[in-house]
């Protein structure tokens, strides 16, 4: 069930598919350069949030000294799980890089868990971007749902040179 995105920042857009990941082992979104993700923008801290998967949901969860991660416009407090068009946003600034969550599920009108079958909806422009794939949606969760917090013990490393 990989999560299906579009990254947005001033160097322009692409899109992305991100495998998933448990909390022990998260993919990183970041400035740094072993980045799961990287964003190339001053703003964006070295390692800016957390993506990961908790009992089959996506989950997203900022890392402190980050410029704040926000979810469609609000600051994450926690772990806060994601849903179809959701806007992930790196910083509080309205220019700020984001990541959209499955634009095209959402443009379509779909709702829920991100779907895990991009091929089919991605415009053919970048069709060549992403590996082609099918599966089917998955069904709206309940929001009531928590997710674990990234562990508490973890502590970013030394700043490569």
């Given at each position: 069930m990989s999560?299906?995105?579009?990254?947005?920042?001033?160097?322009?857009e692409r899109w992305i598919e991100l495998p998933p990941r448990g909390v022990d082992e998260p993919l990183v979104v970041g400035r740094i350069a072993n980045a799961d993700l990287q964003?190339?923008?001053?703003?964006?801290?070295?390692?800016?949030?957390?993506?990961?998967v908790h009992d089959g949901l996506w989950?997203?969860?900022d890392v402190p000294g980050s410029t704040g991660t926000y979810v469609n416009g609000g600051k994450i407090e926690g772990p806060t799980l994601l849903k179809i068009g959701d806007v992930i946003s790196l910083g509080p600034d309205p220019s700020a890089p984001a990541v959209e969550v499955d634009p095209t599920a959402a443009a379509e009108?779909?709702?829920g868990q991100p779907a895990t079958?991009?091929?089919a909806r991605v415009p053919p422009?970048?069709?060549?971007?992403?590996p082609e794939?099918?599966?089917?949606v998955a069904p709206d969760y309940a929001t009531a749902v928590t997710a674990?917090?990234?562990?508490p013990a973890y502590a970013p490393p030394p700043p490569q040179q």
């Open positions: 999560l299906q995105a579009r990254l947005r920042h001033t160097l322009g964003v190339p923008s001053v703003t964006v801290a070295q390692k800016h949030c957390v993506l990961f989950v997203v969860q009108g779909r709702k079958a991009m091929a422009s970048a069709r060549n971007m992403v794939a099918s599966a089917p674990p917090a990234y562990p």
